[in-house]
């Protein structure tokens, strides 16, 4: 499962699913195109995934504050207590520019205060130097890691140079009220569409060709 997991969040991994996704709907989709039964539950299956998601970010969204919390990294332990996540602006902490990666997709950087028991790491959908970091407050939402994600991001960030007593964090900087509105819309977006897939899809359906078969010759009768 680990290595299934690394291969996911791989370019190559990304790059495949990309494909067979793509062909496994324009298959469903395409057979859907002859079948107002298919195409009705179609139809049903990606609005229910739309509802779904859309329930999903709305929630997410209610539960991220207007404006970030402006917390110094000694604040973020006290503030993390009793709390899964929070939407912080750091506007402190040191960046560890020998400890940082970019894998094709992420970069991952280390960010560290004066109590070395709590590290940072924060993840960007961008590729970003160090000097682009200091330049900038890292805002996004944090949270506890994951176990499996961690267990990736350890192949990037060398985790071996803290001791065994220090707790990690990981800051998700893509992450916040933009991306959860994002979701919303295109949860909208899906429901409406799987609602009247069926229908389109019957407009859309090629034209049937129907053969007619000629009538005879009028029979020639003589008196």
């Not at 330049?135 to 890691?145: H, K, S, V």
């Amino acid at each position: 499962m680990d290595i299934l997991y690394r291969a996911m969040f791989s370019v190559v991994g990304v790059a495949i699913a990309a494909i067979v996704i793509h062909f496994v709907f324009h298959l469903i989709f395409h057979v859907s195109l002859h079948s107002r039964r298919v195409a009705r539950i179609v139809g049903i299956f990606v609005a229910s995934l739309g509802a779904f998601f859309f329930l999903t970010k709305y929630n997410e969204l209610q539960e991220i504050p207007k404006e970030p919390e402006s917390i110094s990294m000694d604040q973020v332990a006290e503030g993390m207590a009793g709390t899964d996540h929070l939407w912080v602006a750091i506007h402190d902490g040191e960046w560890d520019c020998n400890n940082m990666a970019y894998d094709g997709t992420n970069t991952f950087a280390v960010l560290s205060g004066n109590d070395s028991t709590l590290i940072v790491v924060a993840s960007f959908n961008t590729k970003l130097t160090c000097d682009e970091l200091r330049e900038m407050q890292p805002t996004g939402r944090l949270a506890r890691f994951v176990n499996r994600e961690f267990l990736y991001i350890s192949n990037h960030i060398d985790f071996s140079r803290y001791t065994e007593t220090t707790s990690f964090l990981i800051l998700c900087i893509y992450c916040g009220r933009k991306n959860s509105q994002l979701g919303v819309v295109m949860g909208i977006f899906f429901m409406v569409g799987g609602l009247f897939y069926d229908k389109v899809s019957i407009i859309r359906q090629p034209p049937q060709t129907h053969t007619t078969t000629p009538l005879p010759p009028p029979k020639d009768s003589t008196n």
